[in-house]
């Protein structure tokens, strides 16, 4: 298993501002991943942080909306840029966790999550 | 693109009842996870089926992944107040990103 935390855990921004989330990983992983749940809605992946490497983004995100970072194996942050009320989300990140023996089937372990309010 | 779909996106049960909900893939899974998320939670892990036509059971949930890995169902007997919550399935189609249904949500009559 994992323990992530992630920072905040909740804000309430300014149209036209914008907020890095942090995310905190007990334990190094190869990658992490950023999620976007809007209200009512399933996740929606944004992107992928490998350590060492630029993020790779999913359809319909941009690297200029949402900047990632990750530094090292435990940490990565996620920026949400020039915000608008359609960001409005809660957004979380997650971790795959390799079985034991090998297995490359991994289950995801997900931060608690950040409630974003843009005004 | 790779969608999955889920049945029905609500569900209202008396308590004592049992519960469905079905995911389907648009194309062939490498395996399939499901996680319950509480309201005001994050989403948890409850399994993963990797194999075709795979059963699993955790005490009162029966989870199936379909001969041709591209739909799984998770079902509850005997529903109870705590499993209140949205149950999403997740497909992975071999790239180990996870690809979200589109959620059940399961109230509980009490």
């Known amino acids: 298993s994992a323990v992530i935390s992630q920072k905040p855990s909740r804000d309430i921004c300014q149209r036209g501002t914008s907020l890095t989330i942090q995310c905190q990983v007990d334990?190094?992983?190869?990658?992490m991943f950023w999620y976007r749940q809007q209200p009512g809605q399933s996740l929606t992946l944004i992107a992928t942080?490998?350590?060492?490497?630029?993020?790779?983004?999913e359809s319909g995100f941009v690297i200029d909306k949402f900047p990632i970072s990750r530094p090292n194996l435990t940490f990565s942050t996620l920026t949400v840029s020039n915000m608008s009320p359609e960001d409005s989300s809660i957004y979380l990140c997650?971790?795959?966790?390799?079985?034991?023996?090998?297995?490359?089937?991994?289950?995801?372990?997900f931060g608690p999550g950040t409630r974003l309010t843009v005004l | 693109g790779q969608q999955v779909m889920q049945i029905p996106q609500y569900q209202h049960v008396q308590e004592g009842e049992d519960f469905t909900t079905y995911c389907n893939s648009s194309?062939?899974?490498?395996?399939i996870q499901w996680y319950k998320q509480r309201p005001g939670g994050h989403p948890v892990f409850l399994i993963q089926?990797?194999?075709?036509?795979e059963v699993k059971k955790q005490k009162r949930l029966t989870f199936q992944f379909g001969e041709a890995k591209k739909n799984s169902s998770l079902h509850i007997t005997a529903t109870q107040t705590t499993d209140v919550g949205t149950y999403f399935c997740?497909?992975?189609?071999?790239?180990?990103?996870?690809?979200f249904g589109t959620g059940t949500r399961l109230t509980i009559i009490p």
């Open positions: 089926l990797v194999k075709s036509g």
């Open positions: 334990s190094q992983v190869t990658m």
């Open positions: 997740a497909g992975d189609f071999g790239n180990e990103k996870l690809t």
């Open positions: 942080a490998n350590q060492g490497s630029e993020a790779t983004y």
């Open positions: 997650s971790v795959p966790v390799p079985r034991t023996g090998g297995s490359t089937n991994n289950e995801q372990f």
């Open positions: 194309t062939t899974l490498s395996n």
